[in-house]
Each structure stands twice: as structure tokens, then as C-alpha cells.
């Protein structure tokens, strides 16, 4: 059983930045990939992005490519996501998720684990 806790949300300007954290309990943090994710009121929720087990993979959607950075510290349970030139229409709450199977996040199949979202609103 995994447990996370999103944290780092809150309200910016157009064009500054946020850096999102999902703390995990259980030691097994390093045997999952970690993924985020994003829902906008009235939108479906949508991939943001995904890393490996040990760090080395990372995918991202088109929409952040370039802006957008995730990473992972294992020694600390804990993953990131740092937020750059941060646009309105990046406004959502954020989640966080884990599962044994990266491809599982990339395709929002049955995923394992969910956190419990952390609200990002950017403002013009």
C-alpha cells in the first residue's frame, strides 16, 4: 500500500513558477514509477508527465514539454514536479500517482495509486 501527499500548490502570475511535491509512504517508493497528472474544471484529467522506477525515463505531454520538469528522490520518498513559465491555461488541480507499470501512467490505465490533488491556479 502506497500512500501520497501532494503538496506546493498555490496561486502565481502568468509566467512564474511552481515546484509540486508528492511524498509517499512505504519503502517500496522505489519500485514504482511516478506520474502526474492534471484536471481543469470541466476538462477530463490529463497526462503531464512520468518517470522511471530509478529516475533515468522521462516522458511528457507536448503541452509542457520544455516548461515542465520531473524528477525524483528515492533516498527521500518524494516526487517533484518544478513548474516553469507557467501559463492560465496550466490553472488545475494536480495529482500525483504511482504504479509498478510506467506504461500504465503514460496510458491512465488501472493505476495503482492516487494522491489527493494540490490546486495550481495562474493568474493574467
Known amino acids: 500500500q502506497v500512500q501520497l501527499v501532494e503538496s506546493g500548490g498555490g496561486l502565481v502570475q502568468v509566467g512564474g513558477s511552481l515546484r509540486l511535491s508528492c511524498a509517499a509512504s512505504?519503502?517500496?517508493?522505489?519500485?514504482?514509477?511516478m506520474g502526474w497528472f492534471r484536471q481543469a474544471p470541466g476538462n477530463e484529467r490529463e497526462f503531464v508527465a512520468v518517470?522511471?522506477?530509478?529516475?533515468?525515463?522521462?516522458y511528457y505531454a507536448d503541452s509542457v514539454k520544455g516548461r515542465f520538469t520531473i524528477s525524483r528522490d528515492n533516498d527521500k520518498y518524494t516526487a517533484y514536479l518544478q513548474m516553469n513559465s507557467l501559463k492560465p491555461e496550466d490553472t488545475a488541480v494536480y495529482f500525483c500517482?504511482?504504479?509498478?507499470?510506467?506504461?500504465?501512467?503514460?496510458?491512465?490505465?488501472?493505476?495503482?495509486?492516487w494522491g489527493q490533488g494540490t490546486q495550481v491556479t495562474v493568474s493574467s
Open positions: 500517482a504511482a504504479d509498478s507499470s510506467p506504461e500504465r501512467l503514460l496510458q491512465q490505465g488501472s493505476i495503482g495509486y
Open positions: 518517470i522511471s522506477w530509478g529516475g533515468r525515463s522521462t
Open positions: 512505504g519503502r517500496t517508493f522505489r519500485s514504482y514509477a
